[in-house]
Every structure is written in structure tokens, then in C-alpha cells.
């Protein structure tokens, strides 16, 4: 079955320390595989997202992930975290060919200390 | 402003009542989305349509239905609402492009509140 882990549930980093959020996934097909954001009481933003090629890719504000397929991870990473990155982080995956359902992580909650 | 409209933004109201959740995907996008978002299950998903018909379906009640209609626009229906009903609401849409260019793109949500 289809699944997604972020096994760290809430994780607490000082402004400009580096960030890493992990992210594992279980899914038989080549995956399509996101990174959202959502603050208190918003929507879903995209921050970065992996379809084919390069296993590195950028996103938005200073984030990157990189695919590890041997692993079956997409870690999100950001070297220096600001204080306006506090938020809920979500990994998702769906299936690479049909762009059907969306399977989310339970998300991780960032607190960013001054 | 991200292309997906979702009315309304609140929603109050009482145990047993029925609510439509309305929502207007990005233009051009044919498939549509909707989640329910609460604290002790996630983001779970409940049904996509593409282009009017019934694509898949998750974790839907049977009290809940949804719709897509000719002009692509969303509705869902709770029904017979109880208190554990109460989360937020998100429809989404998509667009395949190539090249990896397609993705989805989320509402902001509405939050339903059963009292």
C-alpha cells in the first residue's frame, strides 16, 4: 500500500541553523513526490516538487529536497532557517503517470527559536 | 491568490444539519480534489472527479457525496453532520503538463465547524 512517513512529528531548530525534514514513502510505481507548506489556518503552498531528472531540485524560499530512490526518501532541506519559516510541513506522493490522488505524511510542525 | 476559490471560507453550524461545500478549480484544470484536514486523522483523501465523472475515492462517508459540474466547478455535500465532522476542507485542482510541469494546486480551504 501507498504510504507516506515523516517520523519526526515536531522539530525545534534556532533562526540560521540548517533544517532538514525527513520524509520516506512506500509507493510500487515511479513516484511523483511534493513538499507543501501550510501555516496556522492557511492552504497548502508548494515548495518544491520532483518528477523525473536531477535528484536535487529547488523550490521556493531557499528549500531543496533531493530524491534518494535507493532509500526511498525526499528530505527537505534549507541551510539557514528565518523565523518566518515556522509552519506545518507536508510530504506527499502520488502515482508518476496519472497525477491521481495525493497520499500526505502526518506533516512535521517547525518552531523557529529568535 | 492561487487559481482555486473555495466558499465559504467559515461554517458554523449545528448536529444533523446538511452544508455544501463549493469549490472552483484553476483555469483550465479538468481534475478536482477534495480532502479533509483534522488533527487526528491528517490530511485524508475523499474523492476526485475529472471532467464531470467520478475519477477515485477514499475515506468518503456515505453521508457525504460530491459532484462536478459542466463548468467544472465542485460541490460537496455533508450531511447528517455530527461533531467529529468539524475540519478543514480543502478541494484541489491539477493540470498535467510536460516536461514536469503539471502539478496541483490547493484552496485555501473551508473550515467546518459542527456544534
Known amino acids: 500500500a501507498q504510504s507516506v512517513t515523516q517520523p519526526d512529528i515536531h522539530i525545534t531548530v534556532s533562526e540560521g541553523a540548517s533544517l532538514e525534514l525527513r520524509c520516506n514513502y512506500s509507493y510500487g510505481a515511479t513516484p511523483y513526490l511534493f513538499w507543501y507548506v501550510q501555516s496556522p489556518g492557511q492552504g497548502l503552498q508548494l515548495l518544491l516538487k520532483y518528477f523525473s531528472g536531477d535528484t536535487l531540485v529547488q523550490g521556493i524560499k531557499g528549500f531543496e529536497a533531493e530524491f534518494k530512490r535507493s532509500q526511498s526518501s525526499f528530505n527537505l532541506r534549507k541551510p539557514s532557517v528565518h523565523w518566518s519559516d515556522a509552519a506545518e510541513y507536508f510530504c506527499a506522493v502520488t502515482r508518476g503517470s496519472t497525477l491521481g490522488r495525493l497520499y500526505f505524511g502526518r506533516g512535521t510542525q517547525l518552531t523557529v527559536w529568535p | 491568490d492561487s487559481g482555486v476559490t473555495q466558499t465559504p471560507k467559515h461554517l458554523i453550524t449545528a448536529t444533523g444539519q446538511r452544508v455544501t461545500l463549493r469549490c472552483s478549480p484553476r483555469?483550465?484544470?479538468?481534475?478536482v480534489y477534495w480532502y479533509q484536514q483534522s488533527l487526528d486523522q491528517g490530511l485524508q483523501f475523499l474523492i476526485q472527479?475529472?471532467?464531470?465523472?467520478?475519477?477515485a475515492k477514499g475515506n468518503i462517508l456515505e453521508r457525504f457525496s460530491a459532484q462536478q459540474f459542466p463548468d467544472l466547478h465542485s460541490e460537496l455535500n455533508l450531511s447528517s453532520l455530527e461533531l467529529g465532522d468539524s475540519a478543514l476542507y480543502f478541494c484541489a485542482s491539477s493540470t498535467r503538463g510536460r516536461g514536469g510541469s503539471g502539478g496541483y494546486t490547493f484552496g485555501s480551504g473551508t473550515r467546518l465547524t459542527v456544534v
Open positions: 472527479y475529472y471532467n464531470g465523472e467520478e475519477r
Open positions: 483555469s483550465g484544470d479538468l481534475s
